[in-house]
């Protein structure tokens, strides 16, 4: 079985701080994909990025980048340069084996700007 | 990216009352949908699997009689909540996955907000 845990149940930063929002996975499937979703107060999961097991590189999507440690089975995601609009609660998740998309979401990350 | 809608997006009923809750792609196919339960800062929990044209795959634990689900065509998902109870109050969100895209285009609706009296 797979599991997904965030550590972080609220963070507070200052405006236009990075911020590192922690995720540590287990899974024994050696293919796995890892996602980022924002959930703002009105409920809509938000995807900001994705990374696969195979994957190279750390991915990186305009401010949000994916600190991937595969031998750690960690995979933080880090906001550069955090805005009033980066508030919101911040899921990590995971899907093994591509032809099953089921994703296990961690318990999430309350992410607070403040100005 | 692809739109998923869901409808409603608010629903109040009676206790012992039934409610379907609609999930559709807008602008992609999808064979495949998936219907999750997030109760009040907790994380999403999966309920079950749609598929199109067979049965839903339900998670252990989710009462298949309770939570009736219909994936009757390729953009359509139903949920339906079945003689409901204050204890099924909840957001409940489903995906679908645009099989055209690589591994992460899975898109999420708006969610629908469940409050039973």
């Known amino acids: 079985a797979q599991k997904i845990t965030q550590t972080q149940p609220g963070m507070f930063v200052q405006e236009k701080e990075a911020v590192t929002l922690d995720c540590t996975y287990d899974t024994s499937d050696p293919s796995y994909g890892l996602f980022w979703y924002k959930q703002p107060s009105s409920g809509e999961m938000i995807f900001l990025i994705y990374q696969g097991s195979y994957d190279q590189q750390n991915a990186t999507e305009g401010r949000y980048s994916l600190n991937f440690q595969k031998a750690r089975k960690s995979a933080n995601l880090v906001i550069s340069a955090s805005q009033l609009g980066d508030s919101a609660m911040y899921f990590c998740?995971?899907?093994?084996?591509?032809?099953?998309?089921?994703?296990?979401f961690g318990t999430g990350t309350r992410l607070t700007i403040i100005p | 990216g692809a739109v998923v809608s869901q409808h409603p997006s608010w629903v109040i009923c009676k206790s012992g009352t039934s409610v379907k809750i609609e999930c559709r792609s807008l602008d992609f196919q999808a064979t495949t949908m998936f219907w999750y339960r997030q109760f009040p800062k907790q994380s999403l929990m999966l309920m079950a699997t749609?598929?199109?044209?067979?049965?839903?795959?339900?998670e252990q634990g989710v009462e298949k009689d309770k939570f009736l689900i219909n994936h009757a065509s390729l953009t359509l998902s139903t949920l339906t909540v079945t003689s409901a109870h204050p204890e099924d109050s909840s957001f409940y969100i489903c995906?679908?996955?645009?099989?055209?895209?690589?591994?992460?285009?899975?898109?999420f609706g708006p969610g629908t907000r469940l409050l039973v009296l």
């Open positions: 998740a995971m899907r093994v084996s591509f032809g099953n998309e089921k994703l296990t």
């Open positions: 995906s679908a996955r645009d099989e055209r895209g690589g591994p992460k285009t899975q898109y």
């Open positions: 749609s598929n199109e044209g067979s049965k839903a795959t339900y």
